[in-house]
């Protein structure tokens, strides 16, 4: 569409790029000439559009402030990873595989969870994946944009394969989404069978209750929320560090399964089995993907130093006390977590338990919602509804179809599957799948921008794949008892991300080949008696040149143009935020006309009212009241692919393309324009 501005991508990482020019040009734009590029300086900006928000936090924090932001990441970075211990030895040696208590079962399977978390978090994420950040932010979106900042390939070329490979791992991450929040409440919850046994019946009716408030109360915003995250999660790993160190002291042999030779000697025994004990023995390290996916809103140096200083510790001890406990009674394989627990602190433990699951699944909705704004940005997603829920956080919001849709999946995931061995089967092969896949794009950031050479690059990302293949192969036979949940969403997702590229590629090469040359278009001004009333015209376009296929609309059935008309461009730069020095470009055209282009980084929401205040105070007159916002509204009709296509998208695709764009959000909402002010004019399109 025409007033879909948001797709383009530019660089934003260069020195050559605007923030590294000292000399804005000319303040008052008048004074320049056209083809001149003015740049707007910093003092132009509403205080709104020069806040950056919560992103990009002081890279090297010390004292006081390094121990908040230490104690906040425990609960967004670490929920997840951090109730692990409620299921994951209780599925280990639950019913599924058969697996017997025993002292050398036990102490080969805490081997293998010890060196999990070991070389999968410690080794891969804190030691080399956190390094790889793109201005401070992680996740699968900002690497896809490290990786190629110039924009992303259309077709299945070197480039193209890795590009599906980081949307498939993003697709990913909301079928983990959707699986974290019920695998964690329902773990919590399963200890009233033993807290309040008369309540046991109700595990699954109170398990809805509390997921359904908590997505309920989403569209209130996470701030007050937020910051009982920390606390909570403080209070939950002490409890389960304590809780594991009362069992050691009674059995410290257990210490011994460190020794990685018990795990070997696990799998030389076991067999075949053992292959299929690491698709639960993968449960303890599910959450390791968030250490890169939220390292925007914290920096690398407090999540490193909250995973080394208690994370780690307090997890090995409560994993170590539930091997001690089941050495001591192998009973106790019914759920080990909970057994911990003397008689006297079931109730207050299931309390700590449930707030701190609750964080857990707080802290994947709210990454979901901070994806999804970032794959609208980059052009992957259609526009939705974007409410920033804080007047002080930029990273502070709410996307009501997000929200619902991963509410559903979640109420439906737990009706069907009902606990969590049954979920176990699920759990796991989202997750995997992600990890897989960074290991490869980490490869690629290795050799791109640590500049590495191809054997210490493919040395260290050759390590990190074994390790996840094998994680990942355990979780694929799985498939039938679940598994298939989590992939057939992430299948479905990444068709219709991909879709959406390619055929917002398709669309614009079609509003292209009936563009007019910018030039020619003011010669025929020039020379016309069309009539100039007074204000000014926006005209929001996805091309930087060219003649706005809705300004000839206009022209062609209103004969007038204004005394004003600003061509308006948003464009998406390779970096999470820019600044306000590199946000806002004019350039005169002559007869009036101006380019306006404004550049926001892929965690940024575009703000089209501040950039024209920007724009008012360079000298172009851009008062709200005397400006009007021309918009185009296509109906698109797919038809048989062109040989001259560069993009080839079969029918079916483009019927739901078509579909995709008739239900995206509208730009007036998205680009915050005052609906008072917006004139749509409506045309068909062939693509």
């Not at 989403?218 to 929320?225: A, K, S, W």
């Not at 409560?318 to 001690?324: E, I, K, M, T, V």
């Not at 109730?347 to 709210?366: D, F, G, K, R």
């Amino acid at each position: 569409m025409t007033d879909d501005a948001s797709t383009s991508s530019v660089s934003g990482g260069s020195k050559s790029g605007p923030a590294a020019d000292d000399d804005p040009g000319p303040v008052n734009a008048l004074d320049a000439k056209p083809g001149e590029v003015i740049r707007a300086t910093t003092g132009m900006f509403p205080a709104a559009a020069v806040s950056s928000g919560h992103h990009h936090r002081d890279p090297d924090p010390t004292g006081k402030r390094l121990a908040i932001l230490t104690l906040t990441a425990l609960g967004v970075v670490y929920g997840d990873i951090g109730t692990s211990p409620l299921y994951s030895v209780k599925e280990i040696f639950g019913h599924l595989y058969g697996l017997q208590p025993t002292r050398e079962n036990v102490f080969g399977v805490l081997s293998l969870i010890v060196w999990a978390l070991t070389l999968v978090v410690s080794v891969k994420y804190v030691s080399f994946v956190l390094r790889a950040d793109n201005r401070g932010e992680g996740g699968q979106f900002a690497l896809l944009a490290l990786i190629f900042p110039r924009g992303t390939p259309h077709s299945f070329t070197k480039g193209g394969i890795f590009v599906a490979l980081a949307l498939f791992g993003t697709a990913l991450l909301y079928g983990d989404g959707i699986i974290t929040p019920a695998m964690s409440v329902l773990g919590a919850m399963e200890g009233l069978e033993f807290a309040i046994p008369s309540l046991a019946a109700y595990i699954v009716p109170i398990t809805v209750v509390i997921l359904g408030t908590l997505f309920t109360v989403q569209r209130f915003g996470t701030d007050l929320v937020g910051k009982a995250f920390g606390p909570i999660t403080l209070v939950w790993f002490i409890t389960i560090a304590v809780l594991g160190l009362a069992e050691i002291v009674r059995q410290p042999g257990i210490l011994a399964a460190v020794n990685p030779w018990y795990a070997v000697q696990f799998v030389q025994a076991n067999g075949s089995l053992s292959f299929f004990v690491l698709g639960s023995v993968v449960l303890v390290i599910t959450g390791g993907e968030a250490l890169y996916a939220d390292m925007g809103h914290f920096g690398a140096k407090p999540i490193r130093l909250a995973w080394i200083i208690l994370v780690f510790p307090s997890l090995l001890l409560n994993y170590f006390g539930q091997g001690a406990l089941l050495l001591e009674n192998p009973a106790a394989a019914e759920n080990p977590f909970f057994l911990l627990a003397p008689s006297w602190f079931l109730v207050p433990l299931l309390i700590i338990a449930t707030l701190a699951a609750i964080v857990a699944s707080q802290a994947m909705i709210s990454g979901a919602f901070s994806t999804t704004r970032q794959g609208i940005a980059l052009g992957f997603i259609p526009r939705l509804e974007i409410r920033h829920t804080s007047k002080v956080e930029e990273g502070q919001i709410y996307i009501p179809e997000v929200n619902w849709f991963i509410a559903v999946g979640c109420l439906v995931v737990v009706l069907a599957f009902r606990n969590t061995s049954n979920l176990g089967a699920a759990y796991g092969i989202a997750v995997t799948g992600t990890m897989l896949i960074t290991s490869v794009l980490f490869y690629l950031v290795a050799r791109i921008r640590f500049r590495w050479e191809p054997w210490q690059a493919l040395l260290l990302s050759g390590l990190f794949l074994t390790v996840d293949l094998f994680f990942f192969g355990a979780n694929v036979v799985k498939l039938m008892h679940g598994g298939w949940v989590p992939m057939a969403l992430g299948l479905v997702l990444f068709l219709l991300m991909l879709t959406w590229k390619r055929g917002r590629a398709l669309l614009t090469q079609r509003l292209n080949e009936g563009t007019m040359p910018i030039d020619l278009f003011l010669d025929g001004v020039e020379k016309s008696t069309v009539h100039r009333v007074s204000g000014t015209a926006v005209f929001m376009t996805s091309s930087a040149d060219g003649v706005p296929p809705v300004l000839l609309h206009h022209l062609k059935h209103n004969k007038v143009l204004h005394e004003r008309v600003l061509l308006m461009s948003v464009k998406t730069a390779d970096v999470p935020e820019t600044t306000p020095a590199e946000r806002v470009r004019l350039m005169p055209l002559g007869q009036g006309f101006w380019r306006v282009i404004a550049t926001y980084g892929f965690m940024q929401t575009p703000n089209i009212p501040q950039v024209l205040e920007v724009v008012d105070q360079m000298g172009i007159r851009a008062k709200p009241m005397e400006t009007s916002y021309f918009l185009g509204r296509e109906r698109l009709i797919p038809v048989a692919s062109r040989p001259n296509d560069r993009v080839k998208l079969s029918r079916w695709r483009k019927v739901i393309f078509a579909l995709m764009s008739r239900n995206a959000r509208g730009a007036t909402a998205f680009f915050g324009i005052p609906p008072n002010r917006v004139v749509e004019l409506g045309t068909q399109i062939e693509f």
